[in-house]
């Protein structure tokens, strides 16, 4: 089981470019949440997919963030123009049984927006 | 305000003391978790503990839903458990609630 892999790991862009950000949750889990941590903030909800399907985005910014689940093996999370608050570690989690079954991360990736 | 409260904020412990981690949530949770993260590090699950008490190795997690509190126990602390917990709750909702973490520092 190699756990819930992100790509990349890191990612520095420049302010107006786009970023996008990809997950591989573990195999056979029909949840896929993603997260975002600042210091500042802690983490924060942005999206959730089940059986690949948009369940929640309520935490997702709506103007420049977007999140697809095309299969059930990756899930991608799109920033366009991209702004330094944009700056942050995303993490990517996946679960056997949606928000209430035990959560495994991924390694998360660190945007930096200069 | 906040749904999720943990204290306290940072810890400092000799190595071998004992550390008392607690969170409090303001409404009703349907489920709760622990989690562990090293600097730079991502989350690892710790404990998955709707309600009741659990134990692995050194730590002790209880959790009593209608008091809408749980704590973790960490016993004959080790400079390896230093780092920041967190709890996190779902209340009703797909979200997954953070609290703002315990940082652990465990000394010689």
């Known amino acids: 089981n190699a756990g819930v892999i992100q790509t990349p790991r890191h990612k520095v862009t420049g302010k107006g470019q786009e970023a996008t950000l990809w997950c591989e949750p573990i195999?056979?889990?029909?949840?896929v949440f993603w997260y975002r941590q600042t210091i500042v903030q802690g983490l924060e909800f942005l999206t959730y997919?089940?059986?690949?399907?948009?369940?929640?985005d309520s935490g997702m910014p709506k103007e420049r963030f977007s999140a697809q689940m095309p299969n059930q093996s990756h899930s991608t999370l799109k920033i366009q123009s991209t702004q330094p608050q944009d700056s942050a570690v995303y993490l990517c989690?996946?679960?056997?049984?949606?928000?209430?079954?035990?959560?495994?991360f991924g390694e998360g990736s660190k945007l930096t927006v200069l | 305000g906040q749904q999720v409260q943990q204290s306290p904020t940072s810890l400092v412990l000799q190595e071998g003391e004992n550390a008392e981690l607690q969170c409090n949530f303001s409404?009703?949770?349907?489920?709760m978790q622990w989690f562990y993260q090293r600097p730079g590090g991502s989350l690892v699950s710790v404990f998955y503990n709707p309600s009741g008490t659990k134990q692995s190795g050194r730590l002790t997690s209880t959790t009593v839903i209608k008091e809408r509190r749980s704590s973790l126990h960490i016993s004959s602390s080790q400079i390896t458990d230093s780092g920041t917990y967190l709890c996190a709750m779902t209340s009703g909702s797909w979200q997954l609630i953070f609290g703002s973490g315990t940082q652990l520092t465990v000394m010689p």
């Open positions: 997919f089940r059986n690949q399907a948009p369940i929640d």
């Open positions: 409404t009703s949770l349907n489920s």
């Open positions: 195999s056979g889990h029909s949840a």
């Open positions: 989690a996946s679960s056997l049984a949606g928000n209430t079954g035990q959560l495994y």
